[in-house]
């Protein structure tokens, strides 16, 4: 079966074809380092991460490109306000390099924990100044440009399909524009090149052919990609808050400039929500990864947690939500570490692991796949390396695991545990709950969850 993906600019599942039948060009939105990343945050680089991983699988070479956003990305995506950097700087009372410099590497240190693959390239919009002027320049003399008192803004009014890949109301928003818009002529019209304020030195400035100033956010995108992938790639991804603004506007540069809508495919991941609803960095309440494992929690959990739905569906995060994660990862490492290696995968669970994949990253159903050959008559050996090349795409990284006497729950407790859930899926409730006393007499607490039995120390409860 090919590999079928959800492109969000023609809203289908499609066949996947590359434009070079060996390479692949993947350009990811990375983040802006004004602050930690989240939780919600990551949870994208993850679905990015199985995407990357599912590719190789069919046998591509894939040039993975994530941009570092240190400059440009101001607090309004209606070009309002200050650059997040600066803000940055203000809060914390370091420079805007500094702080830059400190983010990106704890961001770059969750990317680890998690167990993404690194990309062949680490772009940074201030390394690639030059290459965002030339990109404004060619826009100037293409005729879509304007000069305002604070910038260069791009005439998205020259584009009659501006915003499709969000099917923008365009003329709606256009009757429905604030006064606040200034300058601008059209409400969706964004900055190109922001000019520093008179009388005022920024921490972050370059001369430029219309004056000193910052480059807008969306520029380094178009210009960054299309240096390392060309004007012309496979797939472009970020979060389904990129649609409507970010994106489009990518799109739009890059139409005016080299006449394409940049990548074939355009992919999004859904937010992580948390019962206040999306969680926010502008908000300045989060959770970090890093929360996380002061908690006492494996970062693989997290990863976990989040195959545990489809990339393109929302993800409702919770402590109970991740304590099941942590469980079934905890009974999976327990089971494969048991297996002797030198076995060969089982060719039929290898096909239907595949299949799922293929089905647009359908991770949850190939999860089951997964749990299906754990709980099979196979040969140990033979799961062990069925399960091997599973991991190839999940990422869990079961082959590195080495058992933690603090963190493993003993043999005797674990099989224990599965003769319950052997009895409740048999509905033999009397002998469940005879097991769970003796679970609990033995210092172990049990919850039952839609994926299972979770496993708690009395003295270990978070």
Not at 72 to 96: C, F
Not at 207 to 234: Q, T, V
Request: glycine share 8%; aromatic share 10%; charged share 25%.
């Amino acid at each position: 079966m090919p590999l079928r993906l959800y492109d969000t600019w023609s809203r289908a599942v499609r066949e996947f074809t590359p434009l070079d039948p060996d390479h692949v060009g993947l350009y990811c939105c990375g983040p802006t380092v004004y602050d930690h990343a989240h939780i919600g945050n990551l949870r994208t680089y993850v679905f990015e991460d199985v995407l990357r991983r599912a590719l190789t699988l069919d046998g591509y070479t894939v040039r993975h490109v994530v941009n570092i956003t240190d400059v440009g990305h101001l607090v309004s995506d209606a070009d309002e306000g200050e650059d997040k950097m600066e803000k940055g700087s203000r809060r914390t009372g370091e420079s805007a390099w500094t702080i830059a410099g400190r983010y990106t590497a704890a961001f770059i240190n969750d990317w680890r924990a998690l167990n993404l693959l690194e990309p062949a390239v680490w772009c940074r919009a201030t390394d690639h100044i030059a290459e965002q002027i030339d990109f404004v320049a060619d826009l100037e003399r293409n005729g879509y440009t304007y000069r305002t008192a604070d910038g260069i803004y791009f005439d998205t009014s020259r584009q009659d399909d501006y915003g499709y890949l969000a099917r923008l109301d365009v003329a709606g928003l256009q009757a429905g524009k604030r006064v606040a818009a200034g300058e601008k002529r059209n409400v969706t019209d964004f900055a190109l090149w922001k000019f520093s304020p008179p009388g005022v030195a920024r921490q972050m400035e370059w001369e430029s052919p219309w004056g000193r100033g910052f480059p807008g956010w969306h520029i380094e995108c178009s210009a960054m990609s299309a240096k390392y992938l060309g004007p012309w790639f496979d797939i472009h991804c970020g979060g389904e808050d990129h649609i409507p603004v970010h994106h489009s506007n990518e799109i739009a540069q890059t139409q005016a400039r080299h006449d394409t809508r940049l990548a074939n495919f355009w992919m999004h991941g859904h937010f992580l929500l948390l019962d206040a609803g999306r969680m926010s960095k502008s908000s300045g309440e989060f959770v970090r990864l890093q929360t996380l494992i002061e908690r006492g929690y494996d970062p693989l959990a997290y990863r976990y947690l989040c195959l545990g739905a489809h990339y393109r569906s929302s993800l409702r995060f919770s402590e109970a939500a991740l304590d099941a994660a942590q469980s079934a990862l905890d009974r999976l490492r327990r089971t494969y570490v048991q297996w002797p290696q030198g076995g060969t995968p089982d060719a039929q669970s290898v096909a239907r692991f595949k299949a799922e994949i293929d089905q647009d990253l359908n991770v949850p159903r190939a999860l089951a796949v997964l749990w299906d050959v754990v709980r099979s008559d196979l040969p140990a050996a033979t799961r062990r390396a069925s399960v091997d090349c599973f991991d190839a795409v999940l990422g869990l990284g079961l082959a590195d695991w080495q058992a933690d006497d603090s963190s493993v729950i003993p043999a005797d407790i674990a099989a224990l545990a599965d003769e319950r859930e052997k009895a409740r899926a048999a509905q033999q409730w009397i002998e469940a709950d005879r097991l769970r006393d003796v679970l609990t007499a033995a210092g172990w607490l049990v919850e039952d969850s839609a994926s299972g039995q979770i496993l708690r120390q009395r003295d270990r409860i978070r």
